[in-house]
């Protein structure tokens, strides 16, 4: 039996063609409109930019602990989490809460590493010192105010605090403005040698502070001012290393003994020369600073032990080394200062070590930095100085404890600072 189907009706192609158009606009919209769900949005890949961290304090005791935190930028949603170590972990340990435990005395630095990028770090350092004790760093240098007036600056900063507190010098008599330029401490003394002088005849003094008292210097023979750059104590004697003017104009180093100055050789070929700073071991007494000829601009950075000149190199790839502070520690001789890079355009502070030059990180937003004084506690090297921000044009005083930069905030009523000298007292 056959079986007949019937005919399929066809469809007029004018209506295919509305019903094909018709079916078709509703696919884009639902497209458009996230297929009647909500809206699409691209995925933003989770990217770690920085990561800073902050301990406190910064300075502790062996029976104390000290609170760390990392603070993250970033885009999306990236992760917090850190991964935290010591270095060396001999001096402490931390938890994975950032809690650092000191072990023994000594600097330990900090670093948190991000856990989702582990080429994202930050780090700090942490000082500590044997329980009962108290470690003061005092720093010196000079801040100015928006009137381009200068004050002599002291700055302390105790264990257990993260800020240093300044206080301004006095100047001496029949001055406008001074300069504090290096420092030293001999039990509960505090010794700032710097100069003073008087804008309307440019006459340059010699001086040095005790526990803020003034004390000026006499010149030394055949000259017409002087500056004092370093101080060093040595049971009863007082060391004051700077320079000297000329008749001629040029500069001569010099250092004085309790009051009696001392010339020092310049170095072959060169026409003038300035002491910058000085330590005094045992017998010995180290005398830090430059000497250049004025023909043809060059400098020689050295240092005298016991008047006998040594001069320093500069680091790889740098150029011009200027040194401007001096500390003993035992046998090794450190030295501060700085070198230029001139192929990248910047200044890098530095120090020596028994003349092997490491240069020092540039502190957080800063496009040069210099080193101006040196300190040697233990096992840990404070140098003292300055950073440059060329985009707001204005120099910060800055220190660094085992190559770890911190910036000083600025005294009250001033725009700018530039430290120059440190030293480091445990009591």
Same mark, same amino acid.
């Given at each position: 039996m056959s079986v007949s189907h019937p005919a399929v009706k066809a469809v007029p192609a004018a209506l295919l063609s509305l019903s094909t158009l018709l079916a078709l606009s509703i696919s884009l919209l639902l497209t458009a409109c996230g297929g009647g769900g909500g809206g699409s949005t691209t995925p933003v890949t989770p990217t770690i930019s920085s990561v800073t961290v902050n301990c406190s304090p910064v300075s502790i005791s062996t029976n104390q602990t000290s609170a760390c935190t990392a603070t993250v930028s970033g885009t999306g949603s990236f992760s917090s989490a850190m991964a935290w170590s010591p270095s060396p972990s001999s001096i402490g340990s931390v938890s994975s809460t950032g809690v650092f435990t000191p072990k023994t005395t000594g600097t330990a630095t900090i670093t948190a590493a991000s856990?989702?990028?582990?080429?994202?770090?930050?780090?700090?350092?942490?000082?500590?010192?044997?329980?009962?004790?108290?470690?003061?760093?005092?720093?010196?240098?000079?801040?100015?105010?928006?009137?381009?007036?200068?004050?002599?600056?002291?700055?302390?900063?105790?264990?257990?605090?993260?800020?240093?507190?300044?206080?301004?010098?006095?100047?001496?008599?029949? @001055?406008?403005?001074?300069?504090? +330029? %290096?420092?030293? *401490? =001999?039990?509960?003394? #505090? /010794? &700032? !040698? $710097?100069?003073?002088?008087?804008?309307?005849?440019?006459?340059?003094?010699?001086?040095?502070?005790?526990?803020?008292?003034?004390?000026?210097?006499?010149?030394?023979?055949?000259?017409?001012?002087?500056?004092?750059?370093?101080?060093?104590?040595?049971?009863?004697?007082?060391?004051?290393?700077?320079?000297?003017?000329?008749?001629?104009?040029?500069?001569?180093?010099?250092?004085?003994?309790?009051?009696?100055?001392?010339?020092?050789?310049?170095?072959?070929?060169?026409?003038?020369?300035?002491?910058?700073?000085?330590?005094?071991?045992?017998?010995?007494?180290?005398?830090?600073?430059?000497?250049?000829?004025?023909?043809?601009?060059?400098?020689?950075?050295?240092?005298?032990?016991?008047?006998?000149?040594?001069?320093?190199?500069?680091?790889?790839? @740098?150029?011009?080394?200027?040194? +401007? %502070?001096?500390? *003993? =520690?035992?046998?090794? #001789? /450190? &030295? !501060? $200062?700085?070198?230029?890079?001139?192929?990248?355009?910047?200044?890098?502070?530095?120090?020596?070590?028994?003349?092997?030059?490491?240069?020092?990180?540039?502190?957080?937003?800063?496009?040069s930095a210099k080193a101006n004084g040196i300190a040697v506690s233990g096992s840990d090297v404070y140098v003292v100085g300055y950073e440059y921000d060329s985009a707001t044009q204005t120099n910060t005083a800055a220190y660094w404890v085992n190559g770890t930069p911190k910036t000083l905030s600025l005294p009250s009523g001033t725009t700018a600072s530039n430290a120059t000298g440190i030293a480091v007292s445990t009591q």
């Open positions: 856990t989702q990028d582990a080429t994202k770090s930050g780090s700090t350092a942490i000082t500590v010192s044997a329980s009962g004790q108290t470690t003061m760093v005092y720093m010196v240098g000079v801040a100015a105010s928006s009137t381009a007036v200068s004050t002599p600056e002291e700055w302390q900063l105790a264990s257990g605090s993260s800020t240093a507190v300044a206080t301004a010098l006095p100047l001496p008599s029949g @001055t406008t403005y001074s300069v504090a +330029n %290096g420092i030293a *401490v =001999s039990g509960s003394d #505090v /010794y &700032v !040698a $710097g100069y003073a002088s008087d804008n309307a005849t440019g006459y340059e003094t010699a001086a040095y502070w005790v526990n803020g008292a003034l004390k000026t210097l006499p010149l030394p023979s055949g000259t017409t001012g002087a500056v004092a750059n370093g101080i060093a104590v040595s049971g009863n004697d007082v060391y004051v290393a700077g320079y000297a003017y000329l008749p001629s104009g040029s500069e001569i180093a010099a250092y004085r003994v309790n009051g009696t100055p001392e010339t020092l050789s310049l170095p072959s070929g060169t026409t003038f020369s300035v002491a910058n700073g000085i330590a005094v071991s045992g017998s010995d007494v180290y005398v830090v600073g430059y000497a250049s000829d004025n023909a043809t601009g060059y400098v020689t950075t050295a240092y005298w032990v016991n008047g006998t000149l040594e001069t320093l190199s500069s680091p790889s790839g @740098t150029t011009s080394p200027v040194a +401007n %502070g001096i500390a *003993v =520690s035992g046998s090794d #001789v /450190y &030295v !501060a $200062g700085y070198v230029v890079y001139a192929s990248a355009g910047y200044v890098a502070a530095a120090y020596w070590v028994n003349g092997t030059p490491e240069s020092l990180p540039l502190p957080s937003g800063a496009t």
